[in-house]
């Protein structure tokens, strides 16, 4: 390998290793404003989960990787704090459905606003370009996360499944 191309590889090893701890100061950040408004960070993430929707309890909770009666626990201090609404589910009613209420969406606006102000000066000098150019980036990062989490296998049940349900559905079909 010619220099160029070790410095180059470097310098990249570099920028993602800044990137992956900027990542983990703010969740450390993200999750002490949980705690200063009295949630867990499994609280803040269900809040997050059924931001746009409304979920089935178990649903939320493979999504956020809990057992199943830590789920319960959640989402029944989430309901008695009028957080989200916790409902039988019309078509089983052996399941719930949680959505989020009001106090829970401006719990999430409190705490994505302190970690906003957290980041926004630091930008506030930078060019369009570059401002342009993070903001590609970052959103480059979240997909690539994101897709890593739907094709990690995980266990339930003590079986291994992918954590998007439609796949775990076909893998089975196939079998």
Do not use: W
Not at 21 to 44: H, T
């Amino acid at each position: 390998m010619d220099t160029l191309s070790s410095e180059r590889s470097d310098s990249v090893d570099d920028a993602a290793e800044a990137i992956v701890d900027a990542v983990i100061s703010l969740a450390k950040k993200r999750k002490r404003l949980a705690k200063r408004k009295g949630l867990s960070v499994e609280a803040l993430d269900t809040l997050e989960v059924v931001e746009d929707e409304t979920k089935i309890v178990g649903d939320v909770q493979h999504e956020i990787d809990v057992a199943a009666a830590h789920m319960t626990r959640v989402t029944n201090r989430l309901s008695e704090k009028k957080l989200i609404s916790k409902k039988r589910n019309a078509e089983d009613e052996r399941k719930f459905d949680v959505s989020i209420e009001p106090d829970g969406t401006n719990v999430l606006l409190d705490i994505r606003g302190a970690l906003v102000e957290l980041i926004a000066p630091m930008l506030t000098d930078s060019s369009p370009e570059f401002q342009r150019r993070m903001t590609q980036i970052m959103e480059a990062i979240h997909e690539r996360c994101e897709e890593s989490l739907l094709n990690e296998p995980r266990q339930y049940n003590g079986k291994e499944k992918l954590a998007f349900p439609d796949a775990d559905e076909e893998e089975e079909r196939v079998a």
